[in-house]
């Protein structure tokens, strides 16, 4: 496809239950980032990987929650034990190398029931 | 410590009318700004962006301003219509930073409603 997909697109889990969410980025997009957006909230930064530089994991709220970039590519982001205040919208974006425009996914909604 | 600023969470603005978004920051290293747009249940879209060399970039409809030395800048739509009723999101960047320093900073968005 042409645009970031993420995956699944709405998930509910029970509390305390570990969760994957998945994040393709437009081939060749070497930045990706991965926030949410609580109820009523604004965007919250959670981490973002430049190429081959370390991460920024500065935004994960807890060490719950860890994210993975495997070949510069694909990306996923876990969360473990998870916990009723976990519930948001789960937004990944990338952009080129040289280019600040990040592009969206439609996001994965969690509920943690 | 939020480093991109929307004081204003909701803006009501009757249709034909301007709206005028605003925006502030505190970090003096940004040099580039974006507006992005979101529709419930989809993911933000770019609308405009603007350089720090420049103070003001039009698009259509939407016009974005740049007060460099009031850490300012403020997305204008005219006229509104209701079709641009959506959260707009200003975000920044420092351009010339490298590697995860090199990244978005979003501001927490302010609900624009056009009233037909």
């Known amino acids: 496809g042409a645009g970031v997909s993420q995956s699944p697109s709405n998930k509910v889990t029970e509390k305390g239950k570990d969760v994957e969410l998945r994040c393709d980025p437009i081939?060749?997009?070497?930045?990706l980032y991965w926030y949410r957006q609580s109820l009523g909230q604004g965007l919250e930064f959670l981490i973002y990987f430049q190429g081959n530089s370390a991460p920024d994991k500065s935004g994960l709220p807890s060490d719950r929650f860890s994210a993975e970039r495997t070949g510069g590519s694909v990306s996923t982001l876990t969360i473990q034990r998870t916990q009723q205040e976990d519930s948001a919208v789960y937004l990944c974006?990338?952009?080129?190398?040289?280019?600040?425009?990040?592009?969206f996914g439609q996001g994965t909604r969690l509920t943690v029931v | 410590d939020q480093q991109v600023k929307q004081n204003s969470p909701s803006l009501s603005v009757q249709e034909g009318r301007i709206s005028i978004l605003n925006c502030d920051y505190t970090?003096?290293?940004?040099?580039?700004f974006l507006w992005y747009k979101k529709y419930p249940a989809e993911g933000p879209t770019f609308l405009i962006s603007i350089s720090s060399i420049k103070d003001k970039n039009e698009d259509g409809r939407f016009t974005v301003f740049l007060n460099k030395s009031a850490k300012h800048l403020s997305l204008h739509i005219v006229p509104s219509q209701p079709g641009d009723s959506a959260v707009y999101f200003c975000a920044a960047v420092n351009l010339v930073s490298s590697g995860s320093a090199r990244q978005l900073t979003f501001g927490s968005g302010t609900q624009l409603t056009v009233l037909p």
């Open positions: 970090n003096s290293m940004f040099d580039y």
């Open positions: 974006a990338s952009s080129p190398r040289r280019n600040t425009e990040a592009f």
């Open positions: 081939s060749g997009h070497t930045a």
